[in-house]
């Protein structure tokens, strides 16, 4: 069982930087390959980032890849995004989300993981 609880999140201008960190519970977070997720009002969850277990493979969406950075710290069992040059259209809740390592190097679907966080609200004003 991994439990997970994001922080960081706020109200920004675009433009601005925000850092979210999820923190892990458990002994096995290095075990797990990790993803953000994000869901506006009245839309789908979407992919934003994904990363390893070992934190040397990542993947990003198109629409933040260059903006945004994803990390892990499997010492502090937490893992970061941090987000640059903000745009309203980045506005949602975003939630970090767990995988069980089988293999594979990263996942981009919400149904291919196993535990989820409860969210961060990110509000970017024009």
């Known amino acids: 069982q991994v439990q997970l609880v994001e922080s960081g999140g706020g109200l920004v201008q675009a433009g601005g930087s925000l850092r979210l960190s999820c923190a892990a519970s458990g002994r096995t977070f290095s075990s797990y390959n990790m993803g953000w997720f994000r869901q506006a009002p009245g839309k789908e969850r979407e992919f934003v980032a994904a990363?390893?277990?070992?934190?040397?493979?990542?993947y990003y969406a198109d629409s933040v890849k260059g903006r945004f950075t994803i990390s892990r710290d499997n010492a502090k069992n937490t893992v970061y995004l941090q987000m640059n040059s903000l745009k309203p259209e980045d506005t949602a809740v975003y939630y970090c989300?767990?995988?069980?390592?089988?293999?594979?190097?990263?996942?981009?679907?919400?149904?291919?993981?196993?535990?989820w966080g409860q969210g961060t609200q990110v509000t970017v004003s024009s």
């Open positions: 990363i390893r277990w070992s934190g040397d493979i990542t």
């Open positions: 989300a767990a995988k069980y390592y089988n293999g594979r190097n990263y996942h981009s679907f919400p149904y291919e993981y196993d535990y």
